[in-house]
């Protein structure tokens, strides 16, 4: 289809090859295709809490008899050291689970099958090597040494007990950050190369979905704030780079080549930022969806004032009631901008090649590279 057609093509990988994909994806860009692959500027980040959707004891049957109690009763039973032995003392009930479903099964799943969905939330819970606590502002770059497995191992107690105390903090919403995609070497060396990439735009930012288990609706701050400023892992972005990625390669993207740049013409689609104060909170819960559902939300600083279309809508991080936009449909286009941009002679011949050798080098290597903790290679 992308072949034979002049229609753009974004993705967010999470299964399969990823290296074979974004080679495939990097030297049709090169070769002037509008296709965009997708990568979060962080790992994509499970929050585990006592109000979360998915935390390390909900099969548990100690909490299982709380799990729906509001939060402030849930806390005062929580904070009870006999509790505490009491939850830490047993093991996940599968089997009650497991027995409700088959009773109720309208997919017709064998018990095998059940039983892998039931033992989900226990597998993505407890992958502790890769699981931190998150802090104020949150640290989504944590070191080894920063790890659930490696604060139990010194202070000699388990996982689940750390797990627990940390959740019990600040009234009980204190949150474990779980990294969902791979993190090898405690660095975000994949984002790294990731962001290289001519064809690669930032994504992954879901604060439309899973609202009770992921918070990453804040990612193009922390894109901004730790890949320019903050990040000491290992090296940093030019400032001027990731502001291109998440405004004018964004709009091509999808289409949209009347806005994304600053250009007379175009339309004045703005963000004012303090760039020493630009940062994000501690995720919160709230429950403001209907029939009181909950979803995480992240309050970000440094955004002095948002102008959309040359009127201002937000000051301080705080809208004002002023809404210019307008339902959009298909491509947009002014006198100035009507496609993508060209792609440089460099790109399309040196780089290219380059490319090329690389996939062809990664198509005989039998190497694969997994994209989720729960994915196959």
Not at 254 to 276: H, P, Q, V, W, Y
């Amino acid at each position: 289809m992308l072949k034979k057609s002049d229609c753009g093509l974004t993705f967010l990988q999470t299964k399969g090859d990823a290296v074979k994909t974004i080679l495939f994806s990097e030297e049709h860009f090169l070769k002037g295709k509008n296709i965009r692959p997708q990568f979060p500027g962080r790992n994509v980040g499970l929050m585990f809490g006592w109000e979360t959707s998915v935390n390390p004891f909900m099969q548990f049957p100690a909490y299982k008899e709380i799990i729906n109690l509001p939060m402030d009763q849930k806390y005062e039973i929580l904070k009870d050291p006999l509790f505490k032995e009491k939850l830490l003392s047993q093991e996940p009930d599968f089997e009650s689970e497991i027995t409700a479903r088959l009773a109720d099964n309208p997919s017709n799943k064998t018990r095998e099958e059940i039983a892998q969905d039931v033992a989900l939330p226990t597998t993505i819970t407890s992958n502790y090597k890769t699981q931190f606590i998150l802090g104020t502002p949150p640290n989504y770059e944590p070191k080894e040494e920063d790890s659930i497995a490696a604060i139990a191992s010194r202070k000699n107690i388990s996982e689940l007990e750390v797990m627990y105390d940390e959740m019990l903090q600040n009234q009980g919403t204190n949150l474990i950050y779980a990294a969902f995609t791979p993190y090898e070497k405690y660095k975000l060396d994949f984002v790294e190369q990731a962001y290289r990439l001519k064809s690669s735009v930032a994504g992954g930012s879901d604060g439309g979905a899973h609202c009770g288990l992921i918070c990453d609706a804040s990612m193009p701050t922390t894109n901004i704030s730790h890949w320019a400023r903050d990040r000491e892992a290992g090296r940093k972005f030019p400032l001027e780079m990731l502001i291109k990625k998440q405004t004018k390669d964004t709009a091509e993207t999808f289409g949209l080549f009347d806005r994304g740049e600053i250009k007379s013409g175009m339309l004045a689609d703005i963000n004012i930022i303090d760039f020493d104060k630009l940062n994000v909170s501690h995720p919160t819960m709230i429950h403001d969806l209907p029939l009181g559902g909950r979803r995480l939300v992240q309050d970000a600083t440094g955004y002095i004032a948002t102008i959309k279309n040359g009127q201002v809508v937000s000051e301080n991080g705080k809208a004002n009631g002023v809404l210019p936009g307008k339902l959009i449909r298909g491509k947009q286009v002014c006198e100035v901008k009507t496609g993508i941009s060209k792609v440089s002679f460099f790109d399309k011949t040196i780089r290219l090649m380059a490319v090329k050798a690389l996939s062809f080098f990664w198509r005989f290597s039998g190497k694969s590279m997994k994209t989720t903790i729960v994915s196959e290679s």
